[in-house]
């Protein structure tokens, strides 16, 4: 009884779809694609450690040649920010000795390693000092004050700084860890700008404007921390050997502690963050809505301002022509919710509602506004003219020459100039390399049997001018 249980068992099993065999092909091939990408994507094959480590280290040390590199790369980026070179600043970029103290910082706290992060965060503390101690003395002497955009941009750190700081620094330290070296260190003090915050911090300090010391110095602490941060994670990820040892309890705190501080110095560029994208929607939204319904037949609109704000945004219009009504006015600020902009409020000045100083200036930006528009219309009409005429006279040229009868003008030349062997007839163009316009000039080859002087030559050139009715007429003797 049990045996027959047991062969029907087995022919019921032949009869069903043989889903194990297909679950294990499945499995094959997951494996394989695992295993694949593992490959592609390792970073443990071609690890130095002991050529790394022995590398940063050595980049930690701060003192004699790296002191003098240092202020040297500060007054270079200084002086780029200061005349908005961007070339100049990567320059500067690339020369700077500021990276090794960060590198090594993250390097001695993901091996343990006291000694060297003492080292590396006293060292840090002092190319900081350097630097901005340089770069105010730079901008308070400097007769440059003007503030260009190069400063500004490192001002206001965002949470896409973080980004680039963190996977600059996953970059950096990857690079670092291989046994064959890449260019990638170079780019990677590009991209992260460890450089011009610090010199945008000396502006701010010697200028007296503390917001610009206080948003480039965070946007300098956002790079170091996070760039410390890549360090550290690409450390322990290849178990580089430890130096000290601490015990899991003590090791676990630490941890949470630099989860903490990570935290904490990332939500100020969050927020910032945030503020500049709304700021970029309501920008967008408003320079739409302006150009979809501030067109008019009989007004001009002569100046458009943008002021954001999270709670109450205004879009301020200055309109030249007849006034619009309080209740067209009204109408618009409905077609703003209709937008989705329901805190922006339409502020509308007319010039024929307004009078005295608010007249006369929305007349003169009109006045200037027609003045550069007729400017630049005249401009475009004086050059698509002058092609016209150019292309006018090449035509006229090619339909004289065209028609001359070569062989009498030879016969007339040989009467008056019996010296004459040969004559040539061309239409020569003739390109300026510095405005890069061509002419077709008409040039006449003349091979005498005795050359007669430059006085009978230009003669002959006169003549020729008169007899083909020419402008000019180019003569070559050979």
């Not at 040039?443 to 030559?457: D, H, M």
Request: with cysteine; aromatic share 10%.
């Amino acid at each position: 009884m049990v045996e027959n249980h047991y062969f029907r068992a087995m022919k019921n099993k032949a009869q069903l779809p043989q889903v194990p065999e297909n679950g294990k092909e499945f499995r094959d091939v997951w494996r394989g694609f695992r295993d694949f990408i593992y490959r592609l994507a390792s970073i443990q094959e071609g690890t130095d450690e002991e050529g790394s480590s022995a590398g940063i280290r050595r980049d930690v040390e701060f003192k004699g040649v790296n002191v003098w590199i240092l202020v040297a790369s500060i007054f270079i980026a200084s002086i780029g920010l200061n005349t908005n070179s961007t070339a100049v600043i990567i320059g500067a970029m690339l020369i700077s000795p500021l990276m090794g103290p960060i590198i090594g910082t993250g390097l001695a706290v993901g091996i343990m390693d006291f000694a060297l992060l003492k080292k590396s965060l006293r060292n840090f503390a002092t190319t900081v000092l350097i630097s901005i101690l340089t770069s105010t003395l730079y901008f308070a002497i400097s007769p440059l004050s003007e503030v260009q955009s190069e400063l500004l941009a490192r001002t206001t750190p965002t949470i896409f700084d973080v980004g680039i700081a963190f996977f600059g620094g996953l970059a950096g330290i990857v690079a670092s860890s291989r046994r064959e070296k890449s260019n990638v260190v170079p780019g990677v003090a590009i991209a992260t700008a460890l450089m011009p915050p610090l010199c945008t911090a000396g502006f701010g300090l010697a200028s007296g404007d503390f917001s610009f010391f206080l948003g480039a110095m965070y946007l300098f602490f956002i790079n170091s921390v996070f760039i410390c941060f890549a360090t550290i994670l690409i450390v322990r990820y290849l178990k580089y050997e430890r130096v000290g040892f601490v015990d899991v309890r003590t090791e676990k705190r630490a941890r949470y502690g630099i989860y903490l501080f990570l935290l904490i110095t990332i939500l100020p560029s969050i927020f910032i963050g945030y503020n500049v994208i709304q700021q970029s929607i309501f920008k967008t939204k408003a320079l739409g809505f302006v150009q979809d319904y501030m067109a008019f037949p009989n007004r001009q609109v002569i100046k458009t301002d943008l002021n954001y704000n999270p709670d109450s945004s205004t879009i301020e219009i200055s309109l030249l022509g007849k006034p619009l009504s309080e209740e067209e006015i009204a109408g618009f600020n409905n077609k703003l919710n209709e937008r989705g902009m329901e805190n922006t409020y339409l502020i509308i000045h007319q010039a024929g509602s307004y009078g005295g100083e608010l007249a006369n200036q929305l007349n003169q930006q009109l006045k200037t506004g027609i003045l550069e528009d007729l400017y630049k219309r005249n401009e475009v009409a004086l050059q698509n003219k002058d092609e016209k005429i150019n292309l006018l006279e090449q035509e006229l040229l090619r339909y004289r020459l065209g028609n001359v009868n070569y062989q009498r003008l030879a016969q007339e030349i040989k009467v008056q100039y019996p010296s004459v062997e040969k004559v040539g007839f061309s239409r020569l163009a003739e390109t300026n390399m510095q405005n890069m316009t061509t002419d077709t000039i008409p040039t006449i080859l003349v091979r005498w049997s005795a050359f007669p002087g430059e006085k009978r030559e230009k003669q002959l050139g006169k003549w020729l001018q008169l007899r083909l009715e020419l402008d000019t007429v180019r003569i070559i003797s050979y």
